[in-house]
Every structure is written in C-alpha cells, then in structure tokens.
C-alpha cells in the first residue's frame, strides 16, 4: 500500500488497548505463555498498561459485567474472577504517566451520584486521563444481584441510559472550573455563586447534588459508547466522545461510521467531536507463516463446551447446550437482554457463511465478531491504513488474542509500522485523554 497523504498525516489513527485478562481468545487461558490468574493479578495489570504506555496508545480499555455467568461450559471460559474496573483503574493511575484509562460502569446497575463522583475523582487521581465506557448492561444474570427478578427490557435500558447521563453530566458541572478559591486570608473556601445545584426530578432518578467533587479536570471525563442497535447509535450520537464497535468487514464499518457521523450533526454537533473506533483482532508474527501457526495454536485450544457458552452469551444470552454442534444456528427471538446489535452480527455471520453452530463458534473464539487480521505487521498496517483512509475508522480498539504476547507483538512490529507511515504518534501530544484524542474541553452547561 502506497504512503499516508499529507491528509493523513495531519489526522492520525487513535489506539486503545483492550484489556481481557488472559486475552480475547477463549481458549487463551490455557496457553503456557500465559498467566493463568491474570484476572486478579495486579502486576500483569501494570505491565500491560505500561507496555501500551511504551507504545503510545491512547488508552487501555477494561470492560465489566456484574455478574457470573453460568450454566454448561462457563466453568471452562476464564470469565469469572477479576477486578472491578474503577478500582484498577485507580491503581494504574499511579504506575503511568500518559495513557488514557477507559473502564466499564453500567447505567442499569449503579446510581448517577455514585458514577459522577467516582469518575470525578478518578480524573483528579489521573490528572486527567479517565474514559467512562456507559453500558446498560447485557447480561440478564446481573439483575438478580441487584434486586430485580430480571433485566430492564432493551428500550427501558436506553431511555434510563439516555436519563443517567443527563444527571451525571448535570453533576459534573456542579461547579464553575475556578469555584474554589480557598483563599486563607480572606476566610473563604468557596465562591458561592459559582456553585450549581441540579435538583434533577426525572422518571429514573431524583437527584438533588451538588457533587462533592469539583469539576472534573477534563470538563468531563470522556464518554465511551459501543452499543451498535438503533438505540445505542442515537445514544452514541448524543452523548458519546468515542464509539467502539465491531464490523467483521470494511463495506458495513463505512456504513457505520457514515450513519454515526449524520447522526451527531443532527444533534448540532460537529462530527469530529466523535471518534469511531472499531475493534480489531491482530495475530501478528514476523512472517505470515508464524502468525498463521500463532492462531491455529490458540483454535486448538477451544473447548466446545466453552466455545459454545461464548456464543450463547454473545448471541442474546440463549443456552444452546441442547441443540446439534454441526447443524444450523436455530431461529432464535430477538433478545431484551443482549446486546442486539452483537445478535444480528453473529446471526449475519452465521447465515451468510452458512455456518453451523460449531463453525460459528469457532469463527468467533477469538474476534467475537470483530475484524480479524492475521499477518506480518505490513499485512496488519494496510488493513488499518485502508479502514482508516477509506471511511470506515479514527482509530482501533486492539484485541490481542493473548496477553502479555500479543500486546508486547502488536507494540513491538505494528506501532513502528504505522509509525513509519506517518499513520500513527511518535509522542504523546497535550496532558489529557482528551487531547490525545483530538477532544475539545467541554463547556459547563453554565458557561
């Protein structure tokens, strides 16, 4: 592939490392190179971050369920310890310097005050450099744990999501940026009357505030989205700084990101203040000989109980342990619980290959429906330089099939590959997550 033009060269690709312990591949866990207890193992956790940190990423990426799944096959799937993600973020803020730190908190399961100050906080312990992923929740497990016979159903989540933020963001601007005067002489801790009360009375959540944080140093920490239904591209459109999403093939992530781009300047906003980043599953090696043995040493290691858990809880949450491995995906009723978007993906899929469940499976063991890319680290940079070039991506969220391996390849091969063609930093830029990502510093709503 021909050299980036001066166009790209004054636009460069955003990165962000996703973070699932073992790694993406389902059968990861079971690798000799990797650690077993990564779930709950901090010093993994800090080698990562750091490695990204080397690398220049933008972020690392944590996502989360409340809940154990279980069920046939989930005591196979390396899914069921690992560490809250505001507390580990709070953790690598102290072992990094520049990376962003983008974790998951459902707007299901937690209330808006708890969220706003948290992430509050957590930008102030960061200096700057926090990213909240908001869900609603797709494991219908999670609402047993919380008091509820069962999940919201799929439009109740969104409009809550849609109310939620509202009031978190309300919070965020309790305070005017330079409120706090703490001026000893004079006695005075505050300025009264750049102290905001929200007094938010809605159809979810009655909150009075104000915050008892200031104003976060971002403005607001930056705001991640990855639901893909027509609710989550509304919800995406309105409020989100950053969409991941996931696209098996070029011509449907352009349509994605057209659709994404229309929709936030409908909501008069300009479409760059929104970076779509699709996730992206790498197996790299020095030759394409050694990547291709990379993967098939991984696909060897699917158990098909687990991978058949994997795709019954991606799918929409359906147990399909009764139906025949090598037959077609049955008909299966729209989910309430799932993720819809991931079940029209995975159904696609499934149809358009004429796969059957095992096929399915083991097709998405690794990239759950994400672009996969197995090559050297030129094969690797001219999918993303095209994803990038033609419209279809601001940046990648990169799933490494195992970990720390396939970080530290990714990082050692393809960042200098894309460096070179001009595509990616070769310094961090600015001091906040928002800067490196291209974000303009929010306004307080009282401004």
Same mark, same amino acid.
């Given at each position: 592939m021909s050299s980036s033009t001066p166009e790209t060269k004054s636009r460069q690709i955003k990165l962000g490392a996703f973070l699932i312990p073992t790694g993406h591949h389902v059968g990861a866990w079971r690798h000799p190179d990797v650690p077993a207890d990564s779930g709950l193992n901090f010093a993994h956790y800090k080698n990562l971050a750091q490695t990204a940190e080397r690398a220049l990423f933008d972020a690392v990426f944590v996502a989360d369920n409340v809940a154990v799944t279980l069920g046939k096959g989930a005591d196979k799937v390396a899914r069921a310890d690992y560490f809250e993600p505001l507390t580990l973020m709070a953790a690598l803020s102290a072992v990094t310097e520049h990376i962003g730190l983008i974790c998951t908190q459902t707007t299901s399961f937690n209330e808006p005050y708890h969220i706003a100050r948290k992430f509050a906080s957590l930008d102030y312990l960061s200096n700057g450099r926090v990213g909240w992923n908001l869900v609603t929740s797709d494991a219908a497990a999670e609402a047993t744990n919380f008091g509820r016979a069962e999940h919201f159903a799929h439009a109740e989540?969104?409009?809550?999501?849609?109310?939620?933020?509202?009031?978190?963001?309300?919070?965020?601007?309790?305070?005017?940026?330079?409120?706090?005067?703490?001026d000893k002489n004079s006695g005075r801790y505050y300025d009264p009357q750049k102290l905001h009360v929200l007094n938010h009375s809605g159809k979810h959540f009655s909150v009075s505030g104000p915050l008892n944080v200031a104003r976060p140093v971002q403005g607001r920490p930056v705001i991640v989205q990855a639901g893909s239904s027509e609710a989550?591209?509304?919800? $995406?459109?309105?409020? #989100? @700084? /950053?969409?991941?999403?996931?696209?098996?093939?070029?011509a449907p992530a352009q349509d994605f990101y057209r659709d994404i781009k229309n929709r936030v300047t409908q909501f008069g906003r300009y479409p760059d203040s929104v970076k779509i980043m699709p996730g992206i599953y790498v197996v790299v090696g020095k030759t394409a000989a050694e990547a291709q043995e990379k993967f098939e040493q991984l696909q060897q290691l699917i158990e098909p109980e687990a991978g058949l858990a994997l795709l019954g809880r991606m799918i929409?949450?359906?147990?399909?342990?009764?139906?025949?491995?090598?037959?077609?995906l049955p008909e299966l009723p729209l989910t309430e619980t799932g993720q819809r978007s991931r079940q029209a993906l995975l159904t696609s899929l499934a149809k358009d290959g004429n796969l059957t469940i095992r096929q399915l499976y083991t097709r998405i063991a690794?990239?759950?429906?994400?672009?996969?890319?197995?090559?050297? $680290?030129?094969?690797? #940079? @001219? /999918?993303?330089?095209?994803?990038?070039?033609?419209?279809a991506a601001d940046g990648f969220n990169v799933l490494a099939p195992m970990l720390p391996s396939g970080l530290n390849d990714f990082a050692d091969l393809v960042v200098p590959e894309l460096q070179k063609r001009g595509l990616f930093r070769t310094a961090y830029e600015g001091t906040t997550l928002r800067d490196r990502l291209g974000l303009a510093r929010p306004s307080s709503r009282y401004e």
């Amino acid at each position: 592939m021909s050299s980036s033009t001066p166009e790209t060269k004054s636009r460069q690709i955003k990165l962000g490392a996703f973070l699932i312990p073992t790694g993406h591949h389902v059968g990861a866990w079971r690798h000799p190179d990797v650690p077993a207890d990564s779930g709950l193992n901090f010093a993994h956790y800090k080698n990562l971050a750091q490695t990204a940190e080397r690398a220049l990423f933008d972020a690392v990426f944590v996502a989360d369920n409340v809940a154990v799944t279980l069920g046939k096959g989930a005591d196979k799937v390396a899914r069921a310890d690992y560490f809250e993600p505001l507390t580990l973020m709070a953790a690598l803020s102290a072992v990094t310097e520049h990376i962003g730190l983008i974790c998951t908190q459902t707007t299901s399961f937690n209330e808006p005050y708890h969220i706003a100050r948290k992430f509050a906080s957590l930008d102030y312990l960061s200096n700057g450099r926090v990213g909240w992923n908001l869900v609603t929740s797709d494991a219908a497990a999670e609402a047993t744990n919380f008091g509820r016979a069962e999940h919201f159903a799929h439009a109740e989540r969104y409009e809550r999501a849609e109310e939620f933020f509202e009031v978190v963001s309300g919070l965020w601007d309790s305070w005017d940026d330079d409120a706090f005067i703490r001026d000893k002489n004079s006695g005075r801790y505050y300025d009264p009357q750049k102290l905001h009360v929200l007094n938010h009375s809605g159809k979810h959540f009655s909150v009075s505030g104000p915050l008892n944080v200031a104003r976060p140093v971002q403005g607001r920490p930056v705001i991640v989205q990855a639901g893909s239904s027509e609710a989550g591209r509304s919800l $995406a459109a309105r409020t #989100a @700084d /950053v969409v991941f999403t996931a696209h098996p093939a070029l011509a449907p992530a352009q349509d994605f990101y057209r659709d994404i781009k229309n929709r936030v300047t409908q909501f008069g906003r300009y479409p760059d203040s929104v970076k779509i980043m699709p996730g992206i599953y790498v197996v790299v090696g020095k030759t394409a000989a050694e990547a291709q043995e990379k993967f098939e040493q991984l696909q060897q290691l699917i158990e098909p109980e687990a991978g058949l858990a994997l795709l019954g809880r991606m799918i929409g949450n359906f147990d399909l342990s009764g139906y025949p491995l090598d037959e077609p995906l049955p008909e299966l009723p729209l989910t309430e619980t799932g993720q819809r978007s991931r079940q029209a993906l995975l159904t696609s899929l499934a149809k358009d290959g004429n796969l059957t469940i095992r096929q399915l499976y083991t097709r998405i063991a690794g990239g759950r429906g994400h672009n996969v890319v197995i090559g050297t $680290a030129e094969t690797i #940079a @001219d /999918v993303m330089q095209e994803w990038f070039e033609q419209g279809a991506a601001d940046g990648f969220n990169v799933l490494a099939p195992m970990l720390p391996s396939g970080l530290n390849d990714f990082a050692d091969l393809v960042v200098p590959e894309l460096q070179k063609r001009g595509l990616f930093r070769t310094a961090y830029e600015g001091t906040t997550l928002r800067d490196r990502l291209g974000l303009a510093r929010p306004s307080s709503r009282y401004e």
